[in-house]
């Protein structure tokens, strides 16, 4: 790699680095590209030479920061032939784990949350983080079925957005104020999700 390229691509790394800490301090609509370069180091033209919009900016910090993908690739990974109640639980630690609220990444995804209400562009991409989550889910339903392992046989992708929609909406609807209350609150709530979700299958 030229030293032009690589000086490119530490540019390109230090706007990502400085928009997902705005993103997920202000939120898309409350940060500016002009709060960016500044946070970056860098002039606007800059910024936007590299990326030519402020949604261009918001999806290249998604993809440098996948919120779920990358723990549900390894929590598979790790086991590729889990029994249900053993893959139920590492979802749930890694909900635990990606969604605290003192990850920024954690942060980020509630302004899609909120904001993609409003904002039809944003909620793509929400919704592409909660379809790719679905589809791991879904593959790895499909493999219980396929073993006979289900009490009943639901749709495989139906049973995977039963259980995500049922642990994003705990975590979303938490109104605790710190995060250690924030922790008991999850724990707990995600355990009953978790174990009203198995209780429908096996």
Do not use: C
Not at 13 to 19: P, S
Not at 49 to 58: A, I, R, Y
Not at 163 to 179: C, K, N, R
């Amino acid at each position: 790699m030229n030293q032009r390229k690589r000086q490119a691509e530490q540019t390109r790394g230090r706007i990502l680095r400085a928009a997902f800490e705005r993103f997920a301090a202000d939120g898309y609509v409350g940060t500016s590209t002009r709060s960016i370069a500044k946070a970056a180091g860098v002039s606007e033209g800059v910024l936007f030479h590299h990326f030519p919009t402020k949604l261009d900016l918001l999806r290249g910090v998604g993809e440098a920061h996948p919120i779920m993908a990358g723990g549900l690739t390894t929590l598979v990974a790790a086991d590729p032939n889990p029994t249900p109640e053993a893959f139920a639980k590492g979802l749930q630690h890694l909900f635990l784990e990606r969604l605290h609220p003192d990850r920024p990444a954690a942060r980020l995804f509630r302004v899609l949350l909120s904001e993609g209400a409003r904002d039809p562009r944003l909620s793509s991409m929400r919704n592409a983080v909660a379809d790719g989550a679905v589809q791991a889910v879904t593959s790895v339903v499909s493999s219980w079925e396929a073993a006979g392992r289900l009490r009943r046989s639901p749709d495989p992708q139906v049973a995977a957005r039963a259980l995500l929609g049922g642990m994003f909406w705990v975590l979303v609807m938490s109104d605790a104020q710190d995060a250690e209350a924030w922790t008991a609150y999850a724990e707990s709530a995600l355990q009953d999700a978790v174990e009203d979700w198995l209780a429908g299958l096996l």
